[in-house]
C-alpha cells in the first residue's frame, strides 16, 4: 500500500462488560474523528468468550465501518496481543482484525490507555448485555 503521510487519523477504544459465569456479555467501540465520535455496540455469548475476545470483537466491528484507508491509533485498557497472536489464544480474532485493516488499507499502532478513559468515550452508549448477547462464530 502507498502511504504519502496525509491520511486521516482515527482513534478506536474497545471496551467490554462481561460475565464469566454465564459467558455472555458485550462490547463498547467508539471510533473518533477530527472531534466526531461514532459509538456502536453489541453482544456475545458462547463457551469459549472471554472480556478480552469483547474487547477485539469491538475493533474488529468498528474497523468494517472504515469507508477509506487511515491512520489507527488503537485505545484499549488492556493488550490486544498482536506481537504474541501466533501464541494467543486469541489469534483467531487477532487474525481477522489485522485482516480487516489490511483490507481498509490502515496502518496502525496499539496504546494502552486508562480504563477511565476508554469508558469515558464509549459510555454514553452502553446497552444492557441482556438485550445485545448474540452467539459469535
Known amino acids: 500500500m502507498f502511504y504519502d503521510g496525509f491520511m ?3 482513534t478506536i477504544y474497545s471496551d467490554c462488560r462481561f460475565n464469566y459465569t454465564t459467558r455472555e456479555g458485550g ?6 474523528y477530527n472531534g466526531n465520535v461514532k459509538r456502536i455496540s453489541g453482544g456475545i ?10 474487547i477485539l470483537y469491538g475493533l474488529i466491528e468498528a474497523v ?4 477509506e484507508p487511515c ?13 504474541k497472536r501466533d501464541e494467543s489464544v486469541n489469534g483467531d480474532l487477532i487474525a481477522i482484525l489485522l485482516n480487516a485493516m489490511d483490507e ?8 494502552l490507555v486508562s480504563k477511565e478513559e476508554v469508558r469515558r468515550i464509549t459510555l454514553s452508549h452502553r ?11
Do not use: D, W
Open 8 to 10: 486521516k487519523h482515527v
Open 27 to 32: 462490547y463498547f467501540a467508539a471510533l473518533e
Open 45 to 54: 455469548a458462547g463457551r469459549k468468550e472471554t472480556g478480552n475476545r469483547a
Open 64 to 67: 468494517k465501518l472504515l469507508k
Open 71 to 83: 491512520e489507527l491509533t488503537i485505545s484499549t485498557c488492556t493488550p490486544v496481543g498482536f506481537k
Open 104 to 111: 481498509k488499507g490502515c496502518v496502525f499502532t496499539e496504546k
Open 127 to 137: 446497552v444492557s448485555r441482556k438485550k445485545t448477547a448474540q452467539v459469535f462464530p
